[in-house]
Each structure stands twice: as structure tokens, then as C-alpha cells.
């Protein structure tokens, strides 16, 4: 009976290992305070153009960075081996970091923590690596995650029971203790509606709502409140970073972007100082991003028809999104929620509504050199396009499912569930294949009726007749 129970017990570990090792990592934002509106919105209506003196800093070693952010410690805490493994685990084995991702999956790193504990965590290819059509592609964002799932007793139950597998006193219990003070103040704050966008911001507010601000040690007691919806967005691609002066749908990352991408590590950093450590490798990071080329259209292209399509863009599109080919350029402009009049909750709620930004700019983020800040604005970035194809879904909510819809407005579904397989792509349309509801049947479908999710706004492709949007489609696929 003994042995049974303990089968039973490895298998719930390990089964909570693997389904909520996705509350580990992100790359994205925090920051705040206990006022509520602590930063004054930036573009009150009009065009920001991002000052050129903000772009990032590419000094860095690319494949340095590479292997550092597909195997690396940033995350400096996570599960013990041993607690992930069971009874299969053998101390005298040496486990290849390949071998652990072959087997619990590519965005689990495994590393020697700072009590010399092997241990296992997430990566920001959690996010930000992805399948399409059969191929794998770091630095593709994850189009199907899902974070729907409240916890369940199952996991409110594993502190305990990882307490009596290991011992209250074993160094491999306070190694798990060093990521769980954050994982159970993170995973009921960032439960989304439906399978899709992504709760990064949300997480990196639960964890650093329990830290101290000047030298990011854990506190017990939270900095500020979080409220609201979870504001959750689509993955955007991190080939984009090269272009880029600002980082975020709403361009608040500004400054040194090594610290900006960085920000998973506080899942899991003691200190400022483990901090420091990781930003002196994320310089490569930064480098190996900005390098980073799309993947090409995998089907066949109208060169004729994107000859036509190129004309099109450039005397409608240009403006905002930049040209390509010859002639290269990217404008970095912010444009106003009362321009581009889609869903304003993401972009309302940092600037308004969250502390993340207070927090962020009296951190040591901001106030050590390099300098990174955040800068909320009541607008939206006009992304670069390269790469557009394999992107999909679009807006910064996910909420459009191919080119097709987002270049026409009135076609664009209520209600929508993409097909689950990477390789059903609609090569025509550009997008993710999909089946149309009346209403949201589950967790799979999704409901644009939600805070944070309407499909509304970029309307300026209905401007075009039906010829021209499938020109500038065709010519999309040449980016």
C-alpha cells in the first residue's frame, strides 16, 4: 500500500510539473506601486514618433545568445530533478540538457541552481518559440497556449506533498521553495477566457508585486494591488526586435532592451545581484533577436500580383508599417487609440489602471545603468510586417485569425476556434484555418464579446476594393 501511495504521489507531481511549468516564464514587463494611476499616458491623441537614440544595443554575440536563452539559468530557480523525475530519478546519472527537452518539451531548461541543485524550469521559448507546419522556430510566437485552467486542489495540494517526498529540511525542498513563493501568487492571477492570448504582463505583475523594488528580494507582503481583467495579447515574433526602438504593443520599453527581454528571471532571481548576472548574457540575447529572419512563405507566390500588391501598400500602408525590399525603413510610430480604434483595454490599463510601471521605473531595472523604463501610452505600435505570413493570429489581441479578415473589416468573426494543428495553415487567406460559431461553446472558441478581446478597429484596408487587398495579401507573403 506504502509503495502504491508513493506512485500515486510521483504521478501527481509529475503530472503538476508538466501542466503548470507554463506560469515560468515570459518575456515581458512589470512594474508598480500602491497608487493607482502612477504614470502620466504618453500621445493624448496624437502620433509618437520613438526617439532614434533608443534603439537597442547589438553588440552582443548571437549564437552566445542563443544557447543562452534555449538552455540557460536566467530563471536562477526551479523544480528539482528529483521532484520532476520521482522514483526514476538516479542522482549518479548526468541528465543532457537535450535529453530533458526531448523529453518534458523545448521550453524546459534544466541547470544548477545556487544551492547546487539540478533543477528544471521554463524558458521564454515557453512563449516565444513555436511549430508551423512541422517545423520548429524559435522566436516565433506561441499561438496556442492555454492558460484557462484555474488551479485545482491538485496543485494547492503539492507544496504538501512535495514537503513529505523531500523533507522540510532537504536543500532540494528549499529549492522548490524558491520558485513556488512565486508560482502560487502567480497562477490564479493569470487565467484567461479562452485558449490563445497570452497573460505575460499579468504574470510578471504577480511576481513582482512581491518584491522589493530596489534589490528585488522577496517580500510576503504585496507592493501594490492587481486588479481587473487579465490583460492578455497575442505573442509578438522576436525577429521584430531589430527594427524596433520601443518593445510592447503599446511601445512602454524603452531604454536598454538586454533588460527589458529579461524579465522572466524575476520567476525566479534572489536579488538584484543574481539579476545582474543574467542581464550581462541577455546583451547576446538581444543580439541573437535582432539577427533572427523570418521563415519564407512556404507556398507558391503570384510575383506579378505582389508586384501590384507593393504599389498598394506603399501608398497606403508605408506610412505606418515602413517599406522593404531596396529601399528598407521603419517609422517606429505609436498611433493614438483614437486612430487605430481597436479594443483600448490593453493599452488603457497600463497607462491608468496598473502599478507595473510605477514599480518598474523605482526598480533596479531603471535605476541602475544600462537605464530601461516604461512609458504606457494611450496608443498601439504599428509593428514591422516582416514575417506577416506566419504570424497569425493579428492585432495585438489575437483577436483577427488571417490577413484576409484583418484587410476587411466586415468579415471578421465574433466567435472563432483556430484548428489545433500547426500545419493547417490557410496559405490564401494567410492565416489560421478556422471554424465559425454563434456563440462560445468552450474554452476553445474565441469570444471577441470579451473585455480586452473586440476585433474592432484597423478598418483601413475596407478602403480597398477586393482586387487590391488580394494584391497587398500576395505581396505580404514576400516579406
Excluded at 194 to 205: I, T
Excluded at 268 to 282: C, L, M, N, P, Y
Excluded at 444 to 470: A, C, M, P
Aim: charged share 20%; aromatic share 12%; glycine share 8%.
Amino acid at each position: 500500500m506504502r509503495r502504491r501511495n508513493n506512485m500515486n504521489q510521483n504521478l501527481t507531481i509529475s503530472r503538476t510539473f508538466r501542466r503548470y511549468s507554463f506560469y515560468l516564464f515570459t518575456i515581458l514587463v512589470f512594474t508598480a506601486c500602491h497608487s493607482r494611476r502612477i504614470v502620466t499616458p504618453q500621445n493624448n491623441g496624437e502620433t509618437i514618433i520613438a526617439p532614434s537614440d533608443e534603439l537597442p544595443n547589438l553588440n552582443g554575440d548571437p549564437e552566445k545568445g542563443f544557447d543562452y536563452i534555449y538552455y540557460g539559468d536566467y530563471v536562477k530557480s526551479g523544480y528539482p530533478l528529483k521532484l520532476a523525475l520521482g522514483d526514476s530519478f538516479d542522482p549518479a546519472q548526468v541528465w543532457d540538457k537535450d535529453t530533458i527537452k526531448t523529453r518534458f518539451g523545448k521550453a524546459v531548461n534544466l541547470f544548477t541552481d545556487r544551492r547546487n541543485i539540478s533543477v528544471m524550469s521554463g524558458s521564454c521559448m515557453t512563449c516565444h518559440g513555436s511549430e508551423l507546419n512541422g517545423q520548429y522556430y524559435p522566436g516565433l510566437g506561441e499561438a496556442f497556449g492555454n492558460y484557462t485552467k484555474k488551479p485545482n486542489f491538485k496543485f494547492r495540494l503539492t507544496a504538501m506533498v512535495v514537503k513529505r517526498k523531500l523533507g522540510k529540511n532537504s536543500q532540494e525542498y528549499q529549492s522548490f521553495k524558491d520558485i513556488w513563493q512565486f508560482q502560487k501568487e502567480v497562477s490564479p492571477r493569470i487565467v484567461t477566457p479562452f485558449v490563445g492570448p497570452n497573460p505575460a504582463f499579468r504574470l510578471e505583475e504577480a511576481c513582482v508585486a512581491f518584491r522589493d523594488p530596489v534589490d528585488l528580494h522577496y517580500t510576503s507582503k504585496a507592493q501594490f494591488d492587481i486588479e481587473g481583467e487579465t490583460p492578455a495579447a497575442d505573442v509578438p515574433p522576436l525577429w521584430h526586435v531589430g527594427k524596433k526602438r520601443t518593445l510592447y504593443y503599446n511601445g512602454m520599453g524603452r531604454g536598454s532592451f538586454s533588460k527589458l527581454l529579461m524579465q522572466a528571471s524575476v520567476l525566479g532571481v534572489k536579488d538584484s545581484t543574481e539579476a545582474r548576472e543574467v542581464w550581462q548574457h541577455f546583451q547576446d540575447v538581444v543580439a541573437w533577436a535582432a539577427q533572427l529572419k523570418p521563415p519564407a512563405f512556404p507556398a507558391d507566390i503570384n510575383q506579378e500580383l505582389a508586384i501590384q500588391g507593393q504599389k498598394v501598400f506603399e501608398k497606403n500602408c508605408s506610412k505606418c508599417h515602413g517599406t522593404y525590399g531596396a529601399e528598407i525603413s521603419y517609422p517606429n510610430k505609436i498611433i493614438p487609440l483614437d486612430k487605430i480604434g481597436t479594443d483600448p483595454y490593453y493599452a488603457q490599463y497600463f497607462a491608468t489602471q496598473s502599478g507595473l510601471a510605477g514599480w518598474y521605473n523605482k526598480s533596479w531595472f531603471s535605476q541602475s545603468e544600462p537605464i530601461s523604463t516604461l512609458q504606457p501610452s494611450l496608443g498601439y505600435v504599428a509593428p514591422p510586417l516582416d514575417g506577416i505570413w506566419a504570424t497569425a493570429p493579428y492585432l495585438h489581441n489575437g483577436s483577427v485569425p488571417t490577413l484576409g479578415h484583418l484587410l476587411n473589416s466586415s468579415t471578421r468573426p465574433g466567435f472563432w476556434q483556430r484548428d489545433t494543428i500547426s500545419s493547417n495553415y490557410d496559405t490564401e487567406q494567410v492565416g489560421w484555418k478556422i471554424i465559425t460559431h454563434q456563440k462560445p461553446i468552450n474554452k476553445k472558441v474565441y469570444d471577441t464579446s470579451r473585455k480586452g478581446f473586440n476585433n474592432q478597429g484597423h478598418t483601413y484596408g475596407d478602403k480597398l476594393s477586393g482586387e487590391e487587398r488580394s494584391a497587398v495579401i500576395e505581396y505580404l507573403k514576400t516579406l
